[in-house]
């Protein structure tokens, strides 16, 4: 232990249950073998378990799924008996087509560049810490937690297609059918959430712990 560096709890060797966040000191294990929160009986880690291995799947599985979300139809109107499916992109064009330039780019911009933003967010910070690299942990760390954040706010495409369903549903003018692309772009938000639940931040900071280590 170098006294010059700050203590951390993984240092002290102390692990918080990721349950009820009792602090407990962590004993040596033998491998393959768990501790357990003493207070509820929960798994205790130092860091997420596997968290490289399972963001990197998440992660790529995600870059798969966006071809589909882009590709295949997100819904079909049908009105007057005849309609086209649409794909998000093709979408964007009917939506400025009809003069909706604000929902045009509300569109665009979460269901094309933000997932795609999110997703090279998670394969910069996964190379990095692989990579061991001390190069700004801060800003990288800011850069996670945006990408958290950002995830809650990016089903804004399911959520209008289903308002649009219920909408015309509702009014009986058309249907509105939502098409296998949509069901690919769900995959892709949520693969994404979980992605970045699986990264742990605090491998960035490690790197930073074993200035030998490198
Ligand atoms: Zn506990
Ligand atoms: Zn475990």
């Known amino acids: ?28 294990l033998a491998p ?3 501790a357990h929160c003493p207070r509820c009986g929960a798994a205790l880690h130092l860091r997420k378990p596997d968290s490289l291995a399972r963001a990197w799947a998440l992660t790529l599985a995600a870059y798969i799924l966006y071809i589909p979300a882009n590709t ?70 800011v850069l996670y937690r945006i990408t958290e954040v950002v995830g809650r706010w990016s089903m804004i495409d399911v959520f209008m297609i289903s308002i649009l369903v219920a909408l015309v549903k509702l009014g009986a003018i058309a249907t509105i059918e939502p098409g296998a692309g949509a069901l690919a772009f769900a995959a892709v938000v949520v693969v994404t ?22």
Do not use: Y
Not at 5 to 27: D, E, F, G, I, Q
Not at 88 to 117: C, E, K, M, N
Not at 193 to 214: G, K, Q, V
């Open 1 to 28: 232990m170098n006294p010059a560096l700050p203590v951390t709890a993984a240092r002290a060797a102390l692990a918080r249950c990721h349950a009820c966040h009792l602090l407990s000191r962590m004993k040596p």
């Open 32 to 34: 393959g073998s768990h």
């Open 72 to 141: 295949l139809p997100i819904m079909t109107v049908v009105s007057m008996g005849h309609g086209e499916p649409d794909t998000i992109l093709s979408g964007v064009r009917v939506l400025i087509a009809g003069g909706l330039w604000p929902l045009a780019l509300l569109v665009f911009f979460a269901s094309v560049v933000v997932p795609v933003l999110k997703l090279l967010a998670l394969t910069c910070l996964l190379i990095s810490v692989q990579r061991k690299s001390r190069w700004r942990p801060r800003d990288r760390t």
């Open 193 to 214: 959430m979980f992605a970045a639940m699986s990264f742990d931040p605090r491998l960035i900071w490690d790197a930073l712990e074993n200035p030998d280590e490198r």
